[in-house]
């Protein structure tokens, strides 16, 4: 989990997903607060969030790889609540293998479901 966070190549699981979510609030609401009324506070304020965005993309764009989409779906409003909820690809896609160790038809030879 968390393997390179700030690459937009692979795919993620749900749980990483809403792990990192829940990770940049925790780390963005409470520096914001403390940081204010400090000599560089417009500065730290910037750098932290030019960090935590570039983090949350990253992160998005993995997911939508997941489900099987592109990145840029991540910008339509309310998107992240069916990111949250929606499950992967269950077999391997363009953007990368299935992180459940799923296999498709594909790549198993396997036609049918009860075929050995």
């Known amino acids: 989990m968390f393997n390179n966070p700030f690459s937009f190549k692979g ?6 997903y809403f792990l990192s979510i829940l990770f940049q609030a925790i780390i963005y609401f409470p520096i914001v607060y403390l940081i204010r009324g400090l000599p560089y506070e417009s500065e730290i304020f910037w750098t932290i969030f030019i960090i935590l965005a570039w983090f949350i993309l990253a992160q998005g764009t993995k997911r939508c790889h997941d489900i099987g989409r592109n990145g840029f779906y991540q910008f339509i409003p309310f998107y992240f609540f069916w990111m949250i909820i929606e499950d992967g690809e269950p ?5 990368g293998l299935n992180l459940k160790g799923l296999k498709g038809p594909e790549e198993t030879g396997k036609i049918r479901q009860n075929e050995r």
Do not use: Q, S
């Open 91 to 95: 077999k391997k896609n363009k953007y």
């Open 11 to 16: 795919r993620i699981r749900r749980i990483e």
